[in-house]
């Protein structure tokens, strides 16, 4: 179109060159003084024009008119008399306008200008060059409405990215849950979710761990239901759209870039160590001694007594065993460019490696990706095959974490044997946990245009991927009764076909754009799993030599299909009133026929006041002011296949004390799922309602802007289990039964504060998400349900009107210093107790709720003492950009941060958990580290005004109540994300040298962090129900220094 | 032309697409068989019926942690006369007390939603197995409808055990005998009044017993698939239980459930084809599969299906198991072993004597431990030391034999046999006032074992004193079996034996178990068992 109309305005200037004699040579320059190609320039007032070439140079005749305007995509527009020279210089100047950006909308894209929902976006730029295991970690802060957390530093692990909040409701605690995922829909292909393997049965990677960031052209987020509409049944969670670079057509272009860098071994908690520990433990047993009738000084183990005993007297940090200094590495190349007839290329190649900081645990990704434009058919037929490989190598050390969390860490005194040594640190080779996944991704997008207005477009991909653990554990970890080998391969194929038709035109002022389309797509996944024990030899890494019986095999078959139909209308008049609406229809093979197909409408206006005649008037402020409102209805699918069969359940041979048995009398026992497994042929979709209203602006062509969004979103019909009547045989089934409300606001402001002629430029932008949820209904009549599966002490419970999670606890008023300060009950005059063992000096005081002088210890349900106190979601989070350029320097700062969250502090109530023992045998309080307690305030004595309760030694007391508000701790942070400084090395220098950029930068990633509270050592690696418990794997901050070459 | 062409032929194309969608829309598990497709097998009331007895073996193994095996603990640990617990750390020993509050002991003890699944499987197969075509049978089953009665009527059986577990445990129950089509919106149900689940439990056992036959066809299958005789055996314990439960207010029992008791056992012992072993080969019988067994879970290491949560290793130590510790976590009563394994011993002795105000050198009766019965010998070491240990389920197999470690019990769970039986019919004898005939069972028990003459009853004793020899013969008899406790109620012996169950709490049903009270949140057509109403 536009090659078209440049010919046309070439010939035009040809015809009139003879005319006129005067011509201009001059040539275009961005600020870095860089030749710009291809910028327009227009002999005002007429239609005469030219474009630069690649050195930047042009050519014109001037014909009476002396003033000549300048544009490009992406910069300011220039106008410049010529006033008699001959010769011109002009610099443009890149733009900070954003109206003209497209973002990408599914299946279409549109200008900033014309969007009518809510969309947040992000350039590639951005990203490149960060040292992030996966992009989805880097969004963190950029994006508003995007909440991310990075709750682990274990590199190749997923974080949390939730859209709008938590929608996600589960009975059951699963510690490596993430909540609800958006759909991640990659150049136009939504790419299959990680719902088959959990962390702990495949490789448990980030499955779009694979795309290597630097790839990335820009991400755009659909958060409100008028966007993520279009791809109906996946996206009540949100859509991410990510599209990759492609090449541009100019000459051949060549970037390499590296970088290399650190990661800092974490600082190592307070212990006290050697003979201090010996000496603290054994003074607050005297302490407590005349205090504690459970404390029998002759059954003191001799670990505590015998400090000559060569096997006590040592000095062990076992912290310090499983950490180290990482390093993490990355080298890009990349080579695009283009040829005649519209044919262009990009490709490039990466390698990410990072050593984590606990020993034996890494992540490395081998990436390889080619995008081929060529166009046909007299330029109507565009051909656009994107051919991507990824491989991703997961070192894990047995993915358990280190073996010192706050219980179990082992007492400073034991001197490490040999035979310990190896049963700790046995897995901590990289040998032994290997993980692999490979994933091919084939598309090819054909478009044709039949005019203009019409064009059809088919898009056909093909992804194929495969993950692989292998994991072996020495003889001397599974406590000597042989090695361990375990394999897990799975391999998935997802193929997607998808035809649409889209249709643009203008009627005078009527600008009308329509997509009508279908997609088919269909996943198979299958998996094989074999696992074998009481190996004869740590040598033997895969499953040989080992004795039938202790071999065990498994495979799985897992297939669904979809087919849709979509349709989108657009209509604006005079770009002023903007309206769009749009249906998608899904058809899923995991429904019932009486269910199959849901259909997700949604419908959105936008008002342009800035385009109205009265604000044109005069020179208005706003380049852009623009109301937005929108509704629509997105849907959820149920994760599994089968729902609306009744799966029998095969060798259900098991019972009490014989999990692996598969038969009765040797005949293979089969019964139906008697759990879960009623067949669902009326389950239908959920589904998630959602309004939002917004506004945008821009101010002063782009250096100041602003959008602020505020919405609801109910998800109704959600999947949950009710529990069946038990004379059904059935546990429970899931059926379409809670409700679950978010609602909250968005705010970007982006201003470029300082003059646009200053010689230091800074961008900034502060982006904030306030976000609360709210649990509409719940099965079963609405009745509150204790989250089961956690530990022993159940500290979550779901509530109709409370948030999702909310923590379920105990209140802790104080802790008792005396005996006086323990209440009476006044009818029996025993004193106040829980579950029959009296409160003592030096305990924990909680409130009696329910006024019967006793604490209730009954830890499996609704519980008459504890009260749903704390929220784990996270309500405001969001992210401050700045961006600082001085001559060839630039500096950025991201600051990201979170507020109002409550956590809780498991690590703190574990810490002292071990003190029930002292005795020879059971001695916990001696095998078990202690905390420093000279750094801390301990009761010790009556009287004693602590802030930590007396150590609950001799006995299992009510201390270590985890679910206490005494454990609650605010979860407010502020974090120094990241902070890069980039130089651009001279122009001049770098033609010498051949190329077109050099460019030098360092990174700091994770540089300082102030928190609310002192008492977590990271409030951001908190786990997604709001849970620290010690044992997980320190976010680590990171040194990297790059460096970029172009040519 | 052409272009219209290509837009009538895209649009063909999405059209041929749509259509084609009903089908592409279709995924069929390949993961797991399911209902459709299940029965269409000639096999699969094999594998129905072995599912429908796993989930039985489940129900009854199942417990709280670390001891679990429930059905012990309700047939024979609250009669605290026979099981010790020496370190269970939750409270187990609170059973042997009458108290079942405890949060842990209300919660699995107390639930029964594990009975509910076998019976579910039972309902499944009466309602599936019926329909299932002759011509599928018929491709595998010589006679396909004798294949059919057999599988039902093991369903029918298993239903009526089941039940007859829940209602000895807890009394009224929720009787539920179909299959609902949509579980999701299926009734709460109230508990039955315990004689229509009694009356249920009859019915399905006639059902079954015309169904099924004596013997066994196929010798892999003795004692372990219910047959006649298992029905039989199930049907005289209902009976005697109607007879003295029916009313708890009454100490005496339904004469015509006691005949009907007896004509069983006489049907049984001699239809049955059983036999007592010889006495050398005693222990095997709790083995599993010995001549005289008449219904057992298979629970056996030669199909991989022993395990290592057997009650029989509550008691073991490590001179049984390598890997065990010197203290077991249970041990016999030493009381038990001195009241039930006696002699009768005379000898001179000096006696007191407080009217004459002197010492008199007389001969004296004593009892002592008899150490000669089959039995004793047999189940019982250690017996001077203050835990004995009990061995009558000992037959350890090590998966790694090598190194000795993961013990597996290779012991069936022996529901009824043949001794069984024959010492009912003592009681039946006492109620129907036939006391020689009660004296003459007993005493050719004792015999039979080689217990020594002392302990054989003369023919002059009163009804109440063979009674309580019968119980201490059940006792040496079934020790760990399941049935002491029961026989405690049935012949009120309790009142003598359990200081917990006084008469006034045996007139409120106060030996039956509370519900778990999780159980009434979702029902509220669910009532507390009578006795333990506010007390949970």
């Known amino acids: 179109m536009k090659r078209d109309a440049l010919l046309i305005f070439c010939c035009l200037w040809y015809a009139l060159g003879w005319a006129q004699s005067r011509s201009i040579n001059g040539v275009v320059k961005d600020e870095h003084g860089s030749p710009l190609t291809a910028v327009t320039v227009t002999l005002k007032g007429t239609s005469i024009a030219v474009q630069t070439d690649e050195d930047g140079m042009f050519t014109i005749n001037v014909d009476g008119s002396e003033t000549l305007e300048f544009s490009l995509m992406g910069f300011d527009k220039q106008t410049i008399s010529v006033q008699n020279r001959a010769e011109l210089e002009v610099v443009l100047r890149e733009t900070q306008s954003a109206l003209d950006e497209v973002v990408i909308i599914g299946y279409q894209q549109v200008t900033r200008r014309k969007t009518t929902a809510a969309i947040s976006s992000i350039s590639g730029k951005e990203l490149a060059n960060l040292p992030a295991a996966s992009f989805d970690q880097l969004l963190q802060g950029r994006l508003a409405g995007v909440n991310v957390q990075n709750f682990t530093g274990e590199p190749g692990a997923t974080p949390t990215v939730q859209v709008r909040g938590n929608t996600s409701l589960n009975r059951e605690y699963d510690e490596f849950s993430v ?218 050390a047995g993915g358990d974490g280190i073996g010192t969390d706050a219980r179990y860490t082992p007492a400073s005194y034991f001197n490490l044997s040999d035979t310990r040594r190896e049963y700790l640190l046995g897995m901590y080779d990289e040998d032994l946990d290997v993980n692999t996944g490979n994933q091919l991704t084939f598309n090819l997008n054909l478009g044709y245009e039949f005019t203009n207005a019409l064009r059809f477009t088919s898009q056909t991909s093909y992804i194929y991927s495969n993950s692989r653990r292998d994991v072996s554990i020495p003889n001397a970890v599974a406590n000597f009764t042989g090695n361990q080998q375990n394999v897990f391969s799975d391999n998935q194929v997802n193929i997607l076909s998808s035809n649409y038709f889209t249709y643009t035109k203008s009627f005078s002022d009527h600008n009308l754009s329509a997509i009508l389309g279908s997609d088919l797509e269909y996943n198979q996944y299958r998996s094989m799993n074999a696992g074998a024990t009481n190996g004869a030899s740590d040598q033997i890494k895969v499953i040989q030599g080992f004795q039938q019986r202790y071999l065990t095999a498994g495979s799985d078959y897992q297939a669904y299909s979809m087919a849709s139909f979509y349709s989108r209308l657009a209509y604006d008049y005079d770009s002023r009133y903007l309206l769009s609406a749009s249906i998608r229809g899904d058809g899923s093979s995991r429904f019932g026929k009486n269910n199959k197909w849901g259909y997700f409408p949604s419908v959105s206006l936008a008002w342009l006041i800035s385009e109205e005649s009265f604000m044109k008037d ?46 009765y009398n040797g005949i293979t026992a089969i019964t139906p799922n008697l759990v879960d497994g009623v067949a669902q042929p009326d389950i239908s979709w959920e589904r998630s309602v959602q309004w939002n209203l917004g506004v945008d602006a821009e101010l002063a062509a782009g250096r100041f802007s602003f959008a602020f969004d505020v919405f609801n979103k109910e998800n109704k019909l959600s999947l949950f289990d009710v529990v069946l009547p038990v004379t059904t045989g059935y546990d429970r089934a899931l059926t379409n039964s809670i409700g679950v409300r978010n609602y909250g606001a968005e705010m970007i402001l982006m201003a470029n504060p300082l003059p646009r002629r200053s010689p230091v430029q800074w961008f900034s932008r502060l982006n904030v998400s306030y976000v609360k949820n709210q649990i509409m209904n719940l099965p079963n009549s609405g009745r509150d349900l204790v989250v089961t599966g956690s530990r022993f002490d159940k500290t979550h419970i779901l509530s109709v009107g409370s948030p999702i999670n909310t923590f379920y606890l105990y209140e802790t008023l104080g802790i008792f210093s005396t005996v006086n300060d323990i209440p009476i009950n006044p009818l029996t005059g025993q004193r106040f107790n829980a579950g029959g063992g009296a409160y003592q000096p030096g305990d924990m005081y909680l409130r009696d709720v329910d006024g019967d002088f006793v604490i209730d210890p009954f ?108 454990f609650l701790d605010r979860g407010d942070y502020l974090r120094v994300k990241s902070v890069s400084l980039t130089y651009n090395l001279p122009n001049a220098m770098v033609s010498r040298m051949g190329m077109n950029n050099v460019r030098v930068y360092g990174v700091v990633d994770n540089l300082a962090m102030f928190q609310r509270t002192s008492r977590l050592p990271d409030a951001e690696a908190v786990n997604y129900w709001g849970e620290y418990d010690g044992d997980g794997y320190p976010i680590p901050a990171k040194f990297t220094f790059g460096v970029e070459f172009q040519f | 032309m052409f272009r219209n062409n290509i837009i009538l032929f895209s649009l063909s194309l999405v059209a041929a697409l749509f259509t084609s969608c009903e089908k592409f829309l279709e995924e069929e598990p390949k993961n797991s068989t399911y209902n459709e497709v299940f029965w269409d097998d000639a096999r699969a009331g094999n594998n129905a019926i072995a599912g429908n007895y796993a989930l039985l073996r489940n129900a009854l193994m199942d417990g709280f942690s670390g001891v679990g095996n429930r059905y012990y603990m309700y047939g024979d640990m609250p009669a605290n006369l026979y099981i010790g617990v020496y370190s269970d750390g939750y409270g187990h020993v609170e059973i042997g007390n009458g108290n079942y509050t405890s949060n842990y002991m209300v919660q699995s003890y107390g639930n029964w939603t594990l009975f509910y699944k076998s019976i579910t499987m039972s309902n499944i197969i009466l309602k599936e197995m019926p329909e299932v075509p002759r011509e599928v049978l018929e491709l595998e089953q010589d006679n396909p409808e004798a294949f059919r009665r057999k599988i039902m009527g093991q369903a029918y059986f298993l239903r009526a055990f089941t039940y007859f577990m829940l209602t000895k445990v807890w009394g009224d129950v929720p009787l539920v005998t179909e299959v609902y089509d949509d579980p999701i919106n299926a009734p709460q149900l109230p508990r039955a009044p315990r004689a229509v689940v009694l009356k249920q439990i009859e019915d399905d056992c006639h059902k079954a017993a015309a169904l099924l036959d004596w013997g066994y066809t196929n010798s892999s299958e003795r004692s372990v698939m219910a047959n006649k005789g298992s029905v039989y055996a199930l049907l005289a314990h209902l009976y005697l239980w109607r007879a003295t439960t029916a009313d708890l207010g009454s100490d005496q029992p339904i004469m015509q459930d006691v005949h009907s008791a007896d004509t069983t056992i006489a049907a049984l012992l001699a239809l049955g084809g059983y036999s007592r072993p010889d006495t050398t080969n005693y222990g095997d019988v709790f083995i599993g599969r010995s001549t005289e067994g008449i219904f057992e879970l298979n629970m056996s290491e030669n199909t991989l299906e022993g395990t290592n949560g057997h009650i029989g290793m509550k008691f073991l130590n490590n001179n049984h198991i390598a890997t065990y510790g010197a ?60 835990r004995p240990v009990c061995v009558k389920y000992s037959n350890v197999v090590y998966r790694n034999p090598g190194q000795q470690l993961e013990a597996h019990l290779s012991n069936n769970m022996i529901l009824f046999r043949l001794s069984d039986m024959l010492l009912l019919q003592a009681e039946i004898a006492l109620y129907q006032g036939d006391i020689s005939r009660a004296i003459n069972i007993i005493n050719s028990f004792r015999e039979h074992y080689g217990a020594s003459e002392s302990s054989l009853l003369s023919s002059d004793l009163s009804k109440d004193q063979v009674m309580n020899e019968y119980i201490l013969e059940r006792g040496k008899e079934l020790y760990l079996e399941g049935h002491l406790f029961y026989d405690l109620i049935r012949t009120r012996k309790c009142f003598d034996h359990v200081p917990w169950l006084t008469e006034a709490r045996l007139r409120q049903g106060g030996f039956f178990w509370p519900v778990d009270p999780r159980l009434f949140s979702e029902n509220r057509h669910l009532v507390q068992t009578e006795y333990w109403r506010g007390k949970i």
Do not use: C
């Open chain 1, 179 to 396: 909540g609800n995922a958006p759909l991640y829909v990659v150049d136009g292909v939504p790419q299959p979710p990680q719902q088959y393997t959990s962390p702990m049965t495949g490789t448990g990677t980030n499955f779009i761990a694979g795309i290597n960031p630097q790839d990335i052209e820009s991400i755009d987020v659909l958060k409100d239901a008028s966007a993520a509409a279009i791809y109906g049944s996946r996206a009540a969670n949100g859509v991410i759209m990510i599209t990759t670079k492609k090449g541009r057509s100019t000459e051949p272009q060549v970037m390499i870039s590296a970088y290399t860098g650190v990661t800092q071994r974490p600082a190592l908690r307070d212990v006290a160590l050697g003979a201090e520990e010996r000496r603290q433990k054994m003074q607050i047993l005297e302490d407590l001694q005349p205090l504690r009738g459970d404390i029998d000084y002759r059954n003191l183990s001799l670990v505590l007594t015998d400090s000559l005993n060569p096997a006590f007297n040592g000095n062990t940090d076992w912290q310090d065993l499983y950490y180290r200094t990482g390093r993490v590495n990355s080298a890009d190349l990349t080579l695009s460019g283009g040829g005649t007839g519209g044919m262009n290329y990009r490709f490039s190649a990466g390698l990410y490696d990072e050593d984590g900081i606990v020993k034996a645990t890494g992540f490395k990704r081998y990436s390889m990706r080619l995008n081929l434009t060529s166009m046909a058919l007299k330029q109507r037929l565009m051909i656009n095959p994107i051919v991507a490989y990824s491989r991703t190598d997961r070192a894990r």
């Open chain 1, 618 to 663: 005069g020179e208005s402020m706003f380049s852009m002011l623009k109301l937005r409102a929108s509704l629509g209805t997105s849907g959820g699918l149920p994760g599994n296949n089968y729902l609306q069969y009744n799966l029998y359940r095969v060798n259900a041979g098991n019972y009490w004390g014989n999990n692996g048995a598969t038969s």
């Open chain 2, 327 to 386: 203290n077991a976590a249970f041990f016999v009563k030493p009381a038990y072993l001195t009241s039930h394994f006696y002699k009768v011993e005379t000898k001179w002795d000096w006696v007191w004597h407080e009217d004459i105000w002197q010492w008199v050198w007389e001969e004296v009766t004593t009892t002592a431990l008899d150490t000669a019965d089959v039995r004793f010998n047999n189940n019982f070491e250690d017996y001077t030391s203050e």
């Open chain 1, 859 to 966: 830890n499996d349900g609704i519980n008459p003492d504890k009260l749903p106190i704390g929220d784990p979601n996270p309500k405001w989070t969001g992210g401050w950009t700045n961006n600082f350029t001085w001559r060839n320097f630039s500096l950025g700062i991201l600051f990201t941060f979170l507020f109002d969250r409550d956590v809780l502090n498991l690590y703190q109530s574990d810490l002292y958990e071990n003190g029930a023992g002292t005795n020879e045998t059971t001695g916990s309080f001696s095998q078990y580290a202690i905390p420093d307690l000279s750094k801390v305030n301990i009761w010790r004595k009556p009287g004693d005004q602590a802030a930590i309760p007396a150590y609950p030694l001799g006995s299992f007391r009510y201390y270590s109540v985890a679910g206490q508000t005494y």
